[in-house]
């Protein structure tokens, strides 16, 4: 917002592309935000392509196929640009030297503006997928968690290797489930929404059946939820 309103026009007001001060200032304004808008895209284009083709190379090579992209992808398109909007307004289009000083130029700006994106998959952290409520159950366990359960003052785990039983608060187990997506289906359990398999009937009441055999019931006050995402 602050580029496009503030910026761009006294960009406009104050620098004539190619140095033809007597381009009219709409002109000047049009040129430079379709340099704002071929920046972007050329960036993201060439940031993508590095990406997902060349992982592999080591970062100064990257960062050379990086600037050898955006010069190759911004130098015609700015040329296409400045040869439209000159024509347009009725001066002689800048030859290739011009065009291409000025590609350079906006290449080498982009290349430093952008270089830190290049390695920022290597940078971050990878998003634990393990919840934290593994760490209560016994070390070597290596299962999946189906389900957890009221008991007492306890709850009980319910996994693929067998029922754990642990001293906490129902609502800190649950908390201790993230990132592991799951709901609520009674006041008393909760599931977790990769063990869903279905749904039974028994005398009117609901019940979701799950990977390991076990029917949890389901209570009016959750069950909107449940059908709302789509799992009943």
Not at 24 to 35: K, N, T, Y
Not at 176 to 185: N, T
Request: aromatic share 10%; hydrophobic share 45%; glycine share 6%.
């Amino acid at each position: 917002m602050v580029a496009g309103f503030v910026f761009l026009p006294l960009l406009a007001y104050t620098f004539p592309p190619f140095l033809v001060s007597d381009l009219p200032f709409a002109l000047r304004l049009l040129f430079w935000s379709g340099v704002m808008v071929l920046a972007l895209t050329v960036t993201w284009t060439a940031r993508k392509l590095v990406r997902e083709n060349l992982t592999p190379l080591n970062l100064p090579a990257r960062d050379l196929v990086f600037a050898g992209l955006i010069l190759a992808l911004f130098t015609p398109s700015l040329w296409m640009l400045a040869w439209v909007l000159f024509t347009f307004g009725g001066h002689i289009a800048p030859g290739a030297q011009p065009v291409a000083i000025y590609g350079v130029l906006f290449s080498a700006g982009l290349l430093l503006a952008r270089r830190g994106d290049l390695s920022a998959p290597e940078d971050e952290e990878p998003v634990p997928t393990t919840p934290r409520l593994v760490r209560r159950l016994p070390a070597s366990f290596q299962g999946q968690i189906c389900r957890l359960t009221v008991k007492d003052h306890n709850v009980d785990v319910v996994t693929s290797e067998g029922t754990f039983t642990i001293r906490s608060r129902f609502t800190d187990a649950i908390a201790e489930m993230e990132p592991v997506p799951g709901h609520c289906s009674h006041r008393s359990h909760w599931v977790t929404d990769a063990s869903i398999v279905g749904t039974e009937k028994v005398d009117g009441k609901t019940f979701l059946r799950l990977k390991n055999g076990d029917f949890v019931p389901v209570s009016r006050k959750y069950k909107p939820k449940l059908e709302e995402d789509g799992l009943i």
